[in-house]
């Protein structure tokens, strides 16, 4: 018997090809750009030193959280992956999993579903590269990844209510809540949707039986929430109005990662308008309505949702991308014609190549500094506690919004902390402001709160920091201070002060305690060691 040929098979070898170049672009440079990426390796080495009991200058300042935290995986991964190779390259790695396992993960979903939509995989990887990866956030991005499969598992094996199935289920969950609590609040919400849109198929009875199974399954892990969100919380500021939300939903804004980007930004939604108004005219389709209900459901939790989620991580940066994945798959379940889907891979091809080539002068401007930081500050020796700051912006196009670019380098310091034994940061914010990760600072030695003027992390995060160096604590070993001349004093007033006076009022705490013990010839780069 002839065996019956397999559909696209061009596809696995186009994503192979995409995912080929996208880490050809990561593993040529040394440094991958990200704005939070060196604070995770400044904390997966503070967590293994920690643990092991080797520094009493880290015990003094940090401890471990005492629950169960999301945002825990990126951790596990970078751990051990430090004990082989440097800090960079091991970020390197942990991005690495999510530009190939994403794609993939995408291709098996659509081709269980539809094996004829296969080629919708394509143009899902335009959203590998997106402003969530160029920021740091690893943990949601792997989480993402790992939702799908759980999803596809889940899709696939509904209907068979067995003790494996439920165990099965059971680490599914749990997964999801340590890779990040979106991906398990996500994928809570997609089984309440995919049982909920089939109740009139199933029957009540057998609705209420796949609900309880899937319950039982989650109740650890509701059990580890309970106890997270019992935590203290930081403060949490800001909001959104309704059609700035709906403004968020059709502008994909979070996928620009430089400002020629924003054409892709169009291409992608002007392309879901008019994929929206196609599916309208098809009538074949697979059984597979869900989908669309849950498209509809991530969208209508984003534009009516709170604004903030999960203790100050914002709930449209990351909806987005599950929207447009889920909308993707949704579109596979229709059966589509061989010249659709060869347009549709046709024009994202060069989409794909242009974004590549977009963020190449990022990865060039970045490796620049960092390297030069990393090398003017190798002076630092081990068992030291530091200081780093800002004292003018690095900018950078991750984002036509100039908020973001602004604080593209202001974790620099976690390459030294990274390579280093024993070195404690005061400086780095977010461990004070957030209790989504491993460890935390102490109550008594907190930096947000007895080290910054404003006892929050905007006195430490705004540039320069504003700090109150007599009171705190424990005093810095050294200061770390970087800029760039082309941008001192050029941005406005901030908490009353313009840029020369809030710079006035650092250097004075600085001078006052400290004396210079280097300042670099080129950009601003300048240690200070205490009189």
């Not at 609900?211 to 969100?229: E, R, T, V």
């Not at 209790?435 to 935390?440: D, G, H, K, L, Y």
Request: proline fraction near 6%; charge should be positive; aromatic fraction near 16%.
């Amino acid at each position: 018997m002839q065996a019956k040929p397999q559909p696209h098979r061009y596809v696995p070898v186009a994503l192979f090809l995409i995912i080929a170049a996208n880490l050809a672009e990561i593993w040529s440079f040394h440094y991958f750009p990200s704005a939070d990426g060196p604070s995770h390796l400044e904390m997966a080495a503070t967590i293994s030193q920690l643990w092991r009991g080797l520094c009493p200058n880290l015990n003094s300042l940090y401890h471990f959280t005492h629950a169960v935290t999301p945002n825990w995986v990126t951790y596990f991964l970078l751990i051990p992956l430090m004990h082989f190779f440097t800090g960079a390259v091991a970020e390197k790695i942990v991005v690495s999993l999510y530009v190939i396992f994403l794609p993939l993960a995408v291709y098996k979903f659509i081709k269980t579903t539809n094996p004829t939509s296969a080629p919708l995989a394509i143009p899902a990887c335009l959203l590998l590269s997106n402003y969530l990866l160029y920021s740091g956030s690893y943990s949601f991005l792997l989480s993402l990844v790992f939702y799908i499969y759980s999803l596809h598992w889940f899709i696939h094996n509904r209907e068979n209510l067995s003790t494996k199935n439920c165990f099965i289920l059971l680490f599914l969950f749990t997964a999801n809540y340590l890779f990040h609590l979106c991906g398990f609040v996500f994928f809570a919400i997609s089984i309440f949707v995919i049982l909920t849109s089939e109740i009139k198929a199933t029957g009540f009875r057998t609705y209420v039986k796949r609900g309880l199974f899937s319950f039982l399954a989650a109740c650890p892990s509701l059990a580890a929430l309970a106890q997270y969100m019992s935590l203290p919380k930081p403060p949490i500021s800001g909001d959104a109005s309704f059609i700035e939300r709906v403004i968020y939903t059709l502008f994909p804004t979070t996928f620009i990662t430089s400002n020629a980007d924003i054409y892709l930004m169009y291409f992608i939604t002007i392309s879901l308008a008019l994929l929206l108004f196609y599916i309208c005219t098809l009538k074949q389709r697979t059984n597979s309505k869900f989908l669309g209900w849950l498209a509809l459901t991530f969208t209508l939790l984003l534009l009516f949702g709170p604004f903030y989620f999960a203790g100050g991580w914002l709930v449209e940066t990351r909806l987005q991308l599950y929207i447009l994945l889920i909308f993707i798959f949704w579109l596979a379940a229709f059966n589509h014609s061989k010249l659709f889907l060869r347009i549709i891979v046709c024009a994202s091809l060069p989409a794909l190549l242009v974004q590549i080539w977009l963020t190449i002068p990022i990865f060039t401007k970045y490796n620049r500094i960092a390297a030069e930081y990393v090398v003017e500050n190798s002076r630092i020796p081990n068992n030291s506690t530091i200081f780093a700051a800002d004292i003018s912006p690095f900018t950078i196009d991750y984002a036509s919004n100039e908020t973001n670019t602004r604080y593209s380098y202001s974790h620099l310091a976690g390459y030294l902390v990274a390579n280093k034994t024993c070195v404690a940061e005061i400086s780095n914010y977010h461990l004070g402001e957030q209790n989504s990760f491993p460890i935390t600072y102490r109550d008594a030695t907190n930096p947000n709160m007895h080290l910054g003027q404003f006892r929050t992390n905007y006195g430490l995060q705004i540039i320069p920091p504003q700090i109150n160096l007599d009171t705190y604590p424990i005093k810095p070993d050294y200061i770390l201070i970087k800029g760039s001349r082309e941008n001192l004093f050029k941005y406005p007033a901030a908490y009353g002060l313009d840029e020369q006076g809030l710079y006035n009022n650092f250097m004075q705490q600085i001078t006052r305690n400290y004396r210079l013990e280097y300042e670099s010839p080129d950009l601003i780069y300048k240690i200070y060691r205490p009189k």
